[in-house]
């Protein structure tokens, strides 16, 4: 079993849905969640870290379920520049060791 | 402040012939990684360095690659020889220390086609 499952997707959706999707991970003693974003041929780059209590960052929402172990991300009101590949991301330590899922793809279409 | 600054950004290259990726990190940061990233994968770490000591070379195939970072700064990813199953992105990120030391800053990446 991988230690990030995501759905790959890709998720289509016209400018102004909302879409929301998961990522499960396998170690339960897990300490630290993020989302990174990978545009086409890009870098991954920070989205945002997830925390216990859920977090919000405009339109970005992240929720933490520890006790089914997944973490998602709902983006609402989608923008054109909201298609990328949105990677989610697991430190099982809380050290430097970052676990990458294989990334979900949004197409955010006119 | 620059980022992760990475080159080149394209090589190709044929199989059999070796091939050398660098790296420069942010200024400060102690920790440097590489990772690969496969087609539709995520990245995956090759090596980790603290300052110039690699402190997690474990999924390294050490037969044929090779890394650097002699002086603790730019570090210098190495394979010889590239093998076709080598054709991936390679991507250098940086880390600071202290409680942020989990957020991970990448580089452009490396795009290696070996032919």
């Known amino acids: 079993r991988k230690e990030v499952e995501q759905d790959p997707g890709p998720f289509n959706v016209p400018e102004g849905a909302t879409v929301a999707f998961n990522c499960t991970y396998s170690?339960?003693?897990?300490?630290?969640f993020f989302w990174y974003r990978q545009d086409c041929r890009k870098e991954p780059k920070l989205l945002m870290s997830?925390?216990?209590s859920g977090n919000e960052d405009g339109r970005f929402t992240a929720q933490l379920n520890r006790a089914s172990q997944y973490i998602s991300l709902l983006i609402r009101d989608s923008k054109l520049s909201d298609s990328a590949t949105y990677l989610c991301?697991?430190?099982?330590?809380?050290?430097?060791?970052?676990?990458f899922g294989a990334g979900t793809t949004v197409t955010v279409r006119a | 402040e620059a980022g992760v600054v990475q080159s080149p950004r394209y090589k190709i290259i044929e199989k059999k012939q070796p091939v050398a990726f660098w790296c420069n990190p942010i200024?400060?940061?102690?920790?440097l990684y590489w990772y690969r990233q496969n087609l539709g994968q995520g990245p995956e770490l090759l090596i980790r360095?603290?300052?110039?000591?690699?402190?997690?070379d474990s999924q390294l195939p050490k037969d044929r690659f090779s890394a650097e970072r002699l002086k603790g700064v730019d570090s210098t990813l190495k394979i010889q020889p590239a093998e076709l199953g080598d054709s991936a992105v390679y991507l250098c990120?940086?880390?600071?220390?202290?409680?942020?030391?989990?957020?991970?800053?990448f580089g452009a990446g490396t795009r290696l086609s070996v032919l």
């Open positions: 990120a940086s880390s600071p220390t202290g409680a942020a030391k989990n957020i991970q800053y």
């Open positions: 170690n339960s003693a897990s300490q630290s």
């Open positions: 997830v925390y216990s």
């Open positions: 991301v697991v430190n099982p330590f809380n050290d430097y060791k970052l676990s």
């Open positions: 200024s400060g940061h102690n920790t």
């Open positions: 360095y603290e300052n110039e000591e690699a402190v997690d």
